[in-house]
């Protein structure tokens, strides 16, 4: 991999993170196959953000640790390689919290991370219906053990000693709303629920899913700065659904195969502020005029086009859950020491003059590592025009969240 020198910029008073500005690097290492007799799941290819995926990372979600379960349960005449059973273990064990996790997005969710061999412990949290889940889930034989918290008096609990908490709680659209039509409902509920994991585990890694993310992330910011535990690096808007549709949609298009397929999505997470860089699609390739107008929008408008064909039945859930289920497994191999793991995410960023912005990381074993901002290094002249345009709605989305913070504080003291 290609890096230039990193050059260090400081985050606010607490994150410091290089920039890598390479133009060229790759994304992760390949997976390698090493059991074809039994492949109960390989149809769950593409989740991560690399090439070549054909099985059994020693590492990865729905990798070894999956394997070795379901291949425990698999009848024994079919068990031919008991060395291979035996050396599938969980190489690490993280615990994790779905704040919202009865949901549409929570519960699908909850089931992909429970099939991840790096999760020991799965706390699943919501204000209701959540012991059906968890009692659901826990009959998978997958390694992590489920534990169930219901309403504010075991928030607290729900997050003791956890790694990595993701928050998909609060309401989702209904067809004519936007994403900021949701803030008022939204806001506090995020809030609340920050408020929670300052107090009991302010070390985590924050996964926001809740929207409008624009403005979550940075409610949930300033609620950890007035709480002296803001760890820019560790707190992340998911926004990896639109790397998903963008990948999907392009390799619809272009004939490509899927897993190929790489497009990086800068911005926001809503309408005109999600931009697909289709300049950076990695394989290189080439788009007519008419093709990137048409990509772009749909890209844009995805959230949209699900809404409508629910109809009032809610937004993107299985998408969502997938699409998040591979952040949080990205997350957990770079807090495991995967030194090669790389995705997009809206974070507290210097890559533009806006304090939150969503661009390609390096992930780390404390979160973000670098912003990679050879992204925003020669963009076409329709990208820097969308770029110039997604700004103004950006930015006041972002100082919308902390004035909301800003302004409950004042009127509590
Ligand atoms: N970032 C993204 O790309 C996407 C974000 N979303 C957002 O995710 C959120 C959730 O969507 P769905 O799961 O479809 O909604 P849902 O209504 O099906 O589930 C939300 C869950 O949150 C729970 N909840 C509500 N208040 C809570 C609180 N104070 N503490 C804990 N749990 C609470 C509810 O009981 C429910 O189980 C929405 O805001 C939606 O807009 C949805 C799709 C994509
Ligand atoms: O559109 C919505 O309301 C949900 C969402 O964020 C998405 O699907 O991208």
Not at 34 to 44: G, K, L, T, V
Request: charged content about 20%; proline content about 5%.
């Amino acid at each position: 991999m290609a890096k230039s020198a990193p050059a260090s910029f400081s985050m606010g008073s607490v994150a410091s993170y290089s920039t890598i500005s390479c133009s060229r690097f790759k994304f992760s290492k390949p997976f390698v196959a090493r059991n074809n007799s039994w492949n109960p799941i390989q149809s769950f290819c593409g989740l991560r953000p690399t090439t070549g995926l054909s099985l059994t990372s020693e590492r990865s979600f729905l990798g070894q640790g999956s394997i070795a379960s379901l291949q425990a349960s698999k009848p024994t005449y079919l068990n031919q390689n008991k060395s291979i059973s035996k050396s599938l273990q969980p190489k690490a064990s993280f615990k994790v919290a779905i704040l919202g996790a009865a949901g549409g997005i929570g519960q699908p969710l909850s089931l992909l991370i429970k099939m991840s061999p790096l999760v020991s412990s799965l706390h699943l949290y919501d204000i209701a219906n959540v012991k059906g889940v968890a009692a659901d889930l826990s009959h998978c034989n997958t390694p992590s053990k489920v534990l169930d918290f219901t309403g504010p008096s075991e928030l607290a609990d729900s997050l003791k000693g956890v790694d990595l908490v993701v928050i998909p709680a609060g309401v989702p659209r209904k067809p004519g709303m936007t994403r900021d039509d949701l803030f008022n409902i939204n806001a506090g509920i995020v809030k609340t629920l920050i408020e929670a994991v300052a107090d009991n585990c302010p070390e985590a890694l924050i996964c926001i899913i809740s929207n409008p993310v624009n403005s979550t992330v940075p409610i949930a910011a300033e609620v950890l700065k007035q709480k002296g535990v803001c760890d820019p690096k560790k707190l992340f808007g998911v926004t990896t659904l639109d790397v998903v549709r963008a990948n999907r949609f392009v390799a619809e298009k272009k004939n490509l195969r899927l897993i190929d397929v790489d497009v990086p999505v800068i911005g926001g997470h809503a309408g005109i502020t999600i931009l697909p860089l289709l300049s950076k699609t990695k394989p290189s390739v080439t788009f007519t005029k008419e093709e990137i107008e048409e990509l772009t929008v749909r890209i844009q408008n995805a959230g949209t086009e699900v809404v409508e064909a629910k109809a009032g039945a809610g937004s993107a859930t299985l998408s969502m859950a997938y699409a998040a289920a591979r952040f949080v497994e990205s997350s957990l191999r770079a807090l495991d020491g995967d030194g090669d793991v790389f995705e997009c995410s809206y974070v507290q960023s210097e890559l533009t003059e806006l304090p939150f912005f969503a661009s390609r990381v390096k992930l780390g074993r404390k979160g973000v590592e670098a912003v990679i901002s050879a992204d925003l290094q020669g963009l076409t002249d329709y990208e820097e025009k969308a770029l110039e345009a997604l700004k103004p709605e950006l930015k006041a989305s972002i100082e919308k969240g902390v004035a909301f913070v800003q302004k409950q504080t004042h009127a509590s003291v």
